[in-house]
């Protein structure tokens, strides 16, 4: 059973929903955790996510078609990608900063004139000072694996 039968299977035992509705409800989801990680730092971190999804792809197309035996530079430029996501990771641990310094000045401006503070408010600043990060992160790994994947590619061509 995929993810998707199984989240439309538990939505039809509670509520009549069909797939279609799971889907547009999944993509709600993800919409309204985009704009609350921060559009600005989300947006930033999509286009790089773009960029270097793109910068290892297209160079472990080049890499693939070139007839060189050594594939040494074009492993270079595909670790370029690494490097790209890595820096990724890094402006979402940023966002992450920038959305706690944030949270932090509204909870000062909130205990000075109520000189009572929630800590459930607390949390839920820190929950979504989180989004960023774990978006930098998955967008490291998923450009780990793209890497890894084009080395094992190019190193069993070399190999043959």
């Given at each position: 059973m995929t993810f998707l039968e199984r989240d439309s299977t538990l939505m039809n035992s509670e509520n009549s929903y069909n797939l279609a509705e799971v889907l547009i409800i999944k993509n709600n989801f993800m919409k309204e955790l985009f704009f609350?990680?921060?559009?600005?730092f989300m947006s930033i971190l999509?286009?790089?996510?773009?960029v270097t999804s793109a910068w290892i792809i297209y160079h472990f197309i080049v890499a693939y078609r070139s007839k060189e035996p050594n594939h040494k530079?074009?492993?270079?430029k595909i670790g370029i990608g690494k490097s790209l996501g890595?820096?990724?990771?890094v402006v979402g641990i940023m966002g992450q900063m920038v959305?706690?310094?944030?949270?932090?000045?509204?909870?000062e401006q909130i205990f000075r004139s109520a000189n009572e503070i929630k800590p459930a408010l607390?949390?839920?600043?820190?929950?979504?000072?989180m989004i960023c990060t774990i978006y930098g992160i998955t967008i490291y790994?998923?450009?780990?694996?793209?890497?890894?994947?084009?080395?094992f590619?190019?190193?069993?061509k070399a190999n043959n």
């Open positions: 609350m990680g921060g559009s600005l999509t286009i790089l996510f773009i530079k074009h492993l270079r890595l820096f990724t990771m959305g706690l310094y944030e949270m932090f000045d509204a909870v607390v949390f839920a600043g820190i929950k979504v000072t790994l998923l450009s780990l694996l793209l890497w890894f994947a084009a080395i590619v190019l190193e069993k």
